[in-house]
């Protein structure tokens, strides 16, 4: 089992502005959250209270101004440049909201991208790639171009990208905001169950309260600030 001292994300005063002068938005405001190891937590809260911000600071994405953030002990803000784009490479997956598919690559060459640059062969990526889309049920879509794939199967495409290189830690920005409910449940538990198997941590940002139930602890945000981690939608 795992324990509470086994943490794959630890912030501490986290701050993050943009803009400068009179211009300047705050959209942390000293953030505080530790994810364990093997848990599943989710970032709610309205739109526009840094929870994109927060987790494009804990993948190494944007750097914080002020405060600590560590993820697997390493402080990404600290590295040179090649060992970050290295360390999230390997130990980081990422689903953006905007997707990011390139739109010459077909599904499975999309998917592949995070094995090449891992220097995995280019068939065996594919081959790779190819099973990662069955498992998000787009197994007959593998040569297609994005712009030949609904909105929810280019949805699908990106979470099997961030997965397909098994990182230990899956960041995900509305991974299920274009699916239907069977399809979200579908994808939620083949998530869940890569991250509970394999002792991975995964944070997702989401206002789908459909998917509440399977987070392990949910963090609500307001304003730039965690105002309360709870174990259940219930207690929100």
Same mark, same amino acid.
């Given at each position: 089992?795992?324990?509470?001292?086994?943490?794959?994300?630890?912030?501490?005063?986290?701050?993050?502005?943009?803009?400068?002068?009179?211009?300047?938005?705050?959209?942390?405001?000293?953030?505080?959250?530790?994810?364990?190891?093997?848990?599943?937590?989710?970032?709610?809260?309205?739109?526009?209270?840094?929870?994109?911000?927060?987790?494009?600071?804990?993948?190494?994405?944007?750097?914080?101004?002020?405060?600590?953030?560590?993820?697997?002990?390493?402080?990404?803000?600290?590295?040179?440049?090649?060992?970050?784009?290295?360390?999230?490479?390997?130990?980081?997956?990422?689903?953006?909201?905007?997707?990011?598919?390139?739109?010459?690559?077909? *599904?499975?060459?999309? &998917?592949?991208? @995070?094995? %090449?640059?891992?220097?995995?062969?280019?068939?065996? =990526? !594919? #081959?790779?790639?190819?099973?990662?889309?069955?498992?998000?049920?787009?197994?007959?879509?593998?040569?297609?171009?994005?712009?030949?794939?609904?909105?929810?199967?280019?949805?699908?495409?990106?979470? *099997?990208?961030?997965? &397909?290189?098994? @990182?230990? %830690?899956?960041?995900?920005?509305?991974?299920?905001? =274009? !699916? #239907?409910?069977?399809?979200?449940?579908?994808?939620?538990?083949?998530?869940?169950?890569?991250?509970?198997?394999?002792?991975?941590?995964?944070?997702?940002?989401?206002?789908?309260?459909?998917?509440?139930?399977?987070?392990?602890?949910?963090?609500?945000?307001?304003?730039?600030?965690?105002?309360?981690?709870?174990?259940?939608?219930?207690?929100?």
């Amino acid at each position: 089992m795992v324990t509470a001292t086994e943490i794959a994300v630890h912030a501490r005063n986290v701050v993050k502005t943009y803009g400068s002068g009179t211009s300047a938005v705050t959209a942390l405001r000293g953030i505080d959250l530790d994810v364990n190891v093997g848990e599943l937590l989710m970032l709610v809260g309205p739109s526009g209270c840094g929870k994109t911000t927060l987790i494009s600071v804990i993948a190494g994405i944007l750097d914080q101004d002020s405060g600590e953030c560590r993820v697997f002990d390493h402080d990404l803000k600290a590295m040179p440049q090649n060992d970050r784009t290295r360390f999230r490479g390997k130990t980081i997956g990422f689903v953006f909201q905007a997707l990011n598919l390139l739109p010459t690559l077909s *599904a499975a060459e999309n &998917v592949s991208i @995070p094995l %090449l640059l891992n220097g995995v062969p280019r068939r065996e =990526a !594919l #081959d790779r790639a190819r099973d990662g889309l069955a498992r998000v049920g787009l197994g007959d879509r593998t040569k297609d171009l994005p712009a030949q794939l609904s909105g929810g199967q280019q949805q699908r495409g990106a979470i *099997a990208r961030a997965l &397909v290189h098994a @990182p230990k %830690l899956i960041v995900c920005d509305e991974p299920t905001s =274009a !699916l #239907d409910h069977e399809t979200g449940q579908h994808v939620m538990e083949l998530m869940r169950d890569v991250a509970v198997a394999a002792d991975r941590s995964l944070v997702i940002v989401t206002h789908d309260a459909r998917i509440f139930d399977f987070a392990d602890r949910i963090a609500k945000m307001d304003d730039g600030r965690v105002q309360r981690v709870v174990e259940s939608s219930k207690d929100l």
